[in-house]
């Protein structure tokens, strides 16, 4: 049912692009919220808490001066994290241009940092980084790719391109750390409440179909309050992909969902310092809502290490 004839094109419109294209529209036109913003909707535990997750994953996988590029870098919302690493130099490239132009300004609004840093639009799965960094030959010491890498799960060749690209410019001894839907959780929870769409009052999943579960392209639309609306995501079939990123020379060292996650690095005074210092939780939002604690168990944290 279309409403009138400008509504029919947009729709017409999205139905023409590529998943992809898609993608970067989804993320070109969300708005941006501001700290401020960020800091009073109904995610704002979950958002902080998956800060937490990704400022604790970056400091225990760099060391002082290293090279990063990051893939999927949005619009920088992890410079910060960076930063406070004490990291020598970044790349951050993202398919969608209006999230790495916001970046770039991110970065430059950025009070003498002690990085220095460079963004590129490009899909980082359907095309090499070669077309793009400079030098072709660029490596980094550590790939980044928090809360993205599932978007490259539409096909095998794309895991594949993606693979090459973060092989090719990843140092020796080099990490590969991301945060990714875990797809054992997602299935469980599909079959455990016997429907293809379950969810809360912070995120929704809508499967398409249940069975047959396939390595590539399996689909779900994921939604979560201010961040995400319907976006298609594709399940990451985490053995397959332990077993094709080896023949690209990496091996996974760490795997661990984030309701794990915390309770083996909270023990550490460090990082509970840090849940008080980015404000997972302040005296006006004392814990994190049971609802948000089920939409943080959906995540993992991974790393690679390159032979
Ligand atoms: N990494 C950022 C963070 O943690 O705040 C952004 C995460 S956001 C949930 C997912 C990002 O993946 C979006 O910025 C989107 O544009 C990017 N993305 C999706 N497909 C991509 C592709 N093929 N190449 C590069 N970036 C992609």
């Known amino acids: ?41 109904k995610i704002t535990g979950l958002r902080t ?9 970056i400091n225990e996988n760099t060391t002082p001066g290293c090279k990063v590029l990051d893939l999927g870098c949005g619009k920088g919302g ?23 132009l916001q970046a770039e300004n991110r970065y430059k609004e950025m009070r003498s940092p002690s990085f220095s840093a460079s963004f590129f639009a490009q899909d980082c799965y359907g095309e090499p980084l070669e077309k793009t960094i400079r030098p072709p030959n660029y490596q980094a010491d550590i790939v980044s790719a928090q809360f993205c890498l599932h978007y490259a799960f539409e096909s095998e060749a794309k895991v594949k391109q993606m693979l090459h690209n973060v092989s090719s410019h990843l140092r020796s001894g080099g990490k590969f750390i991301f945060t990714v839907p875990d797809a054992n959780w997602l299935v469980k929870m599909m079959r455990t409440k016997n429907s293809e769409t379950f969810g809360n009052s912070v995120y929704q999943v809508k499967f398409a179909q249940r069975e047959p579960i396939t390595c590539y392209g399996f689909a779900y639309d994921f939604t979560l309050d201010e961040a995400v609306e319907d976006c298609t995501e594709y ?73």
């Open 78 to 100: 992890d410079l910060r994290k960076w930063a406070y690493a004490r990291i020598g130099e970044y790349v951050g490239m993202d398919i969608a241009q209006v999230s790495v």
């Open 235 to 307: 399940l990451v079939h985490m053995p397959s992909f332990v077993s094709l990123a080896e023949t690209y020379g990496l091996k996974l060292v760490y795997k661990q969902g984030f309701h794990h996650f915390y309770g083996e690095k909270i023990t550490v005074k460090k990082n509970l310092d840090l849940i008080f210092k980015m404000r997972v939780v302040d005296e006006t939002r004392p814990e994190i809502s049971a609802h948000e604690w089920e939409a943080i168990g959906i995540y993992l944290a991974v790393v690679f290490e390159k032979e």
């Open 49 to 57: 808490f998956n800060n937490w997750v990704k400022t604790v994953l």
């Open 1 to 41: 049912l279309r409403a009138n004839n400008s509504e029919a094109v947009a729709y017409d419109t999205v139905q023409s692009l590529s998943k992809a294209e898609q993608v970067a529209q989804h993320y070109n036109t969300r708005r941006e919220l501001g700290v401020e913003g960020r800091m009073h909707t």
